[in-house]
């Protein structure tokens, strides 16, 4: 199941109403600031996990989604929607469970020094209550052991039942299978680094550089970081951590495994918040065989956020293969996250003079674009270079629409075409100056033209 529709009215910024048609599969949502990216997937995110009454701005809004069964469709009514328990009961009297819509704000978190994790803000004694909460990495660390003590019982159950020969679905080795999903699909982001496609458990608490002195150590006192540890490309050093905080396996040469706190902040977050969604969905799923191939809601607001031009290109085809059932809603300023998107998959939202923000899709296929075509067509950015050259750009363009110029002006406007034809050549975009220069020829040729023909007559 995923969402076909939503109409947006009352709801600032959306003063006059506004349908959107959903991708099954991807809907990124471009526009200038102030245009109501965020807004769409916080509306969402509310109608799927805020419990309440409903907002008075929020009467206009309406949700339409579509069951899948065989071959068929079956298109729910115009409904209102409320809030998540509403949606609960409209999904369950179509005879499925609501699929779960995991939001990611800007604000990606990483996660602090060890020594900081015992520290950490108590986020429930639930796995459920630790995962309600907004992501971050501190929270992350805590689902981690949330859920490894889940499974633990899972396990402890699962084998009870099979030494009775009772009937049961083996569900808790489903927790050991979560790295390996979340660190390949971050591997295929961020691979020139992440070289590894499991978790290593980053335990600590010895010195190893007084090793032989401590020939009764006590092994009890060790910290065990669950999946914490990551084996990377770099050859790691510790003389930056404090011995308490090094890992035990130390003199071991392969794999090198290090904290992912200690990674660059792309690679981390990344990691992180792709981790988080596994473990949402894990755990919404009960551990369930090919928990990572049902239907889930990706709400991501700022997808490219301390991406590579590089990653931001790899981010959502990684994602659509690692999570088969996932549909994308992000936001975005980046024309590398836009390239390689099919037809219907770009929202752009713009305001007019008044304020009022519309909505269109793309209807064609955005394979083979460059950056530069997608923002003229995408993003409205009609001369994507330095603001400096665009004014010096626009004012060539004035004085040459003038029919008569100053001293001043005719000395301004060579010097104009001079900056901006020196500042293309000795830039990377030499068709620009060609197309400046061919403007100027042309211009020059009517006028002297028009003197021709103002002397025949």
Excluded at 259 to 272: H, P
Aim: hydrophobic letters at 35%.
């Amino acid at each position: 199941m995923h969402l076909t529709k939503m109409r947006f009215g009352g709801i600032p910024p959306f003063t006059q109403p506004v349908e959107f048609r959903f991708d099954p599969r991807v809907n990124v949502f471009v526009g200038p600031n102030a245009t109501g990216k965020s807004r769409l997937l916080s509306e969402i995110d509310y109608c799927f996990n805020r419990k309440g009454s409903i907002r008075p701005e929020r009467i206009d809004s309406r949700l339409h989604i579509r069951k899948e069964s065989g071959y068929g469709e079956d298109w729910a009514k115009n409904l209102l929607c409320a809030d998540a328990d509403f949606v609960d009961a409209y999904f369950l009297s179509h005879g499925n469970p609501k699929p779960p819509a995991i939001y990611l704000g800007p604000i990606r978190e990483g996660l602090p020094r060890i020594s900081d994790l015992d520290d950490a803000e108590f986020y429930g004694s639930t796995a459920e209550e630790v995962l309600s909460g907004p992501f971050c990495g501190t929270r992350l660390a805590a689902a981690v052991e949330a859920l490894h003590g889940k499974y633990s019982d899972m396990f402890e159950n699962e084998n009870k039942a099979r030494e009775e020969d009772s009937p049961i679905e083996r569900r808790a080795w489903n927790f050991l299978y979560i790295d390996t999903v979340s660190h390949a699909c971050a591997k295929d982001i961020c691979n020139e680094l992440i070289a590894s496609e499991r978790a290593l458990n980053y335990p600590t608490g010895l010195d190893l550089e007084f090793i032989a002195d401590q020939p009764v150590a006590d092994f009890e006192g060790l910290s065990i970081n669950r999946l914490l540890g990551i084996s990377t490309g770099d050859i790691p050093t510790f003389e930056h951590i404090p011995p308490e905080e090094r890992p035990i396996d130390l003199a071991v040469t392969s794999p090198k495994r290090i904290y992912v706190g200690d990674l660059s902040s792309g690679s981390q977050s990344t990691l992180l918040w792709v981790w988080w969604l596994a473990l949402k969905m894990l755990n919404h799923y009960e551990f369930a065989n090919g928990w990572n191939q049902k239907p889930a809601i990706l709400l991501i607001d700022e997808i490219e956020n301390h991406l590579h031009p590089t990653w931001q290109r790899r981010v959502i085809p990684a994602l659509l293969n690692h999570f088969p059932g996932l549909q994308i809603f992000a936001t975005t300023h980046s024309p590398f996250v836009v390239a390689g998107l099919r037809a219907g998959q770009v929202h752009m939202l713009k305001r007019d003079a008044n304020g009022v923000v519309t909505a269109t899709t793309n209807d064609r296929d955005i394979i083979g674009w460059t950056t530069d075509e997608i923002l003229r067509t995408f993003m409205n950015v009609d001369e994507p270079t330095d603001q400096l050259t665009v004014d010096r750009t626009n004012r060539l363009r004035e004085l040459r629409g003038m029919e008569t110029l100053s001293d001043a002006e005719s000395e301004e406007l060579a010097q104009l075409r001079r900056q901006i034809n020196d500042d293309f050549i000795s830039s990377s975009t030499p068709l620009e100056a060609q197309r400046e220069r061919y403007g100027e020829m042309m211009l020059e040729f009517l006028r002297s033209r028009q003197s021709e023909l103002s002397q025949e007559d």
